[in-house]
């Protein structure tokens, strides 16, 4: 029997609910970048297509910070026979991060003591995550992919394979993302986490058995995040100064960032929104590796880089940073948009035109 989700708790996806098209598979425990050890992981994972006779022909999409691993569901009009990830040619794979709320273990999931990690969750980083992804795909039995790809928190990801694991990709794709993260990143993320952390019903982080949890704090952080996300002349020709019209007295714009808030505590976990963006700011892929430059002039694989041009969050510059470093990338494909970052979501046209472009790039290995 399934269990009821409680949405004044937490949005995660937890154990007794239906899995819906998820697949599940354990990858044993993962030694982190701070010396500590996650036991017993299970990633959470969905594919499309067929993987061909040889395995040469996955593609692993690295979802941002709140996706999943249902790619149709968050990244519509790409996936499908003859879109950019063409299920008729490519066997397209997008695993649940670890630190998520969608069935990969994070803060929700229970622990080997049988009650939910919550505050006890590890503190993790992209490279934790992406070595999660390599036993992940070991796993599944797949040695290279032919394509790496995401967006934002992805593109971080997608950066790190190429860094790291260059005999285990033919090509990468980042996606309005960068080589490291900025001061004005890590400011606006803080006074999000400052958000969850300050509701009254956070209890540190241990609030899985409560009647509610820290929905309040986590729908601000969100209202924050969705303005970084899209951009000053959007809000002001879509919304204005236009009162909502309603008992409340809102501002139209209000009304929106509420339904956005709303929206993500369907979904989502606030000690998920900690975690991974806490390793969002952690993100710099020349630490450990001689600085930023260094790391990314050592770089043998194909680089794409998509950059959004109103992108406020990942402004472009962060962009060409990349594109000049990376002997093998050339220029950032520029992808214009009224919708700031949250415009690889919306110009699908374009996105599918530098998907194909990577794939092409991928094959001429």
Known sequence: MSRTPNFDVTGAWLEGDEPGDRKFVKIGFLLLENGETLPD???AYQTWGTLNADKSNAI???HAMTGWSDVTGWWPQMVGPGLAFDTDKYFIVCPNV????????GPSSIAPDGKRYGSRFPIITIRDMVNAEVAFSDAL???KYLLAVGPSLGGMRSLE?????PDRVGAICTIGSSAVATGDQIGTAAIQIRAIKSDPHFNDGDYYEQSRGPIEGMGIARRIAHLTYR???????????QLQGDET???AVESYLDHQATKLAKRFDANTYIALTDAMNSHDIGRDRGGVAAALEAITVPVVVVSIDTDRLFPPRLQVEISELVPTAGAPIVISSDFGHDGFLVEAEAMGDAIRHALDVAGTI
């Open 41 to 43: 992981i299970t990633i």
């Open 60 to 62: 692993l999409v690295n």
């Open 98 to 105: 670890i630190g998520g709320c969608q069935g990969s273990t």
């Open 141 to 143: 039995g797949i040695k």
């Open 161 to 165: 394979w190429a860094v790291q694991l």
């Open 231 to 241: 951009t000053e002349s959007e809000m002001d020709v879509r919304f204005g100064r």
């Open 249 to 251: 007295g809102r501002y």
